[in-house]
């Protein structure tokens, strides 16, 4: 199974940027779709973007125009570049495969904080 490890949260301030990574321990390109997930405090978890193998994207509305996912296949990992942070970004944010199954577990996440 794949262990992924997110990193690249952090403190920023509203209008901001932040560049999340995620690598794993087996390649995470032998799942067909690669998604990145957010949840915030006492809420349920979302899907904000996927790309899959082909490089088909997809992004939630709230994300759209302003978050980029990408992937370097040499360095197994996938980016989540997020752009024009908002404070309703705040989150942890994880990666997996999307849809979720039993084949990849749950890493840590990487808390993305947006406040002045």
């Known amino acids: 199974q794949v262990q992924p490890v997110e990193s690249g949260g952090g403190l920023v301030q509203p209008g901001g940027s932040l560049r999340l990574s995620c690598a794993a321990s087996g390649s995470i390109f032998s799942i067909n779709t690669m998604g990145w997930f957010r949840q915030a405090s006492g809420k349920e978890r979302e899907l904000v973007a996927s790309?899959?193998?082909?490089?088909?994207?997809t992004y939630a509305s709230s994300v759209r125009g302003r978050f980029t996912i990408f992937r370097d296949n040499a360095k197994n990992t996938v980016y989540l570049q997020m752009n024009r942070l908002k404070p309703e970004d705040t989150a942890v944010y994880y990666c997996?495969?999307?849809?979720?199954?039993?084949?990849?577990?749950w890493g840590q996440g990487t808390l993305v904080t947006v406040s002045s």
């Open positions: 997996n495969s999307a849809p979720v199954s039993t084949t990849m577990f």
């Open positions: 790309i899959s193998r082909g490089g088909f994207t």
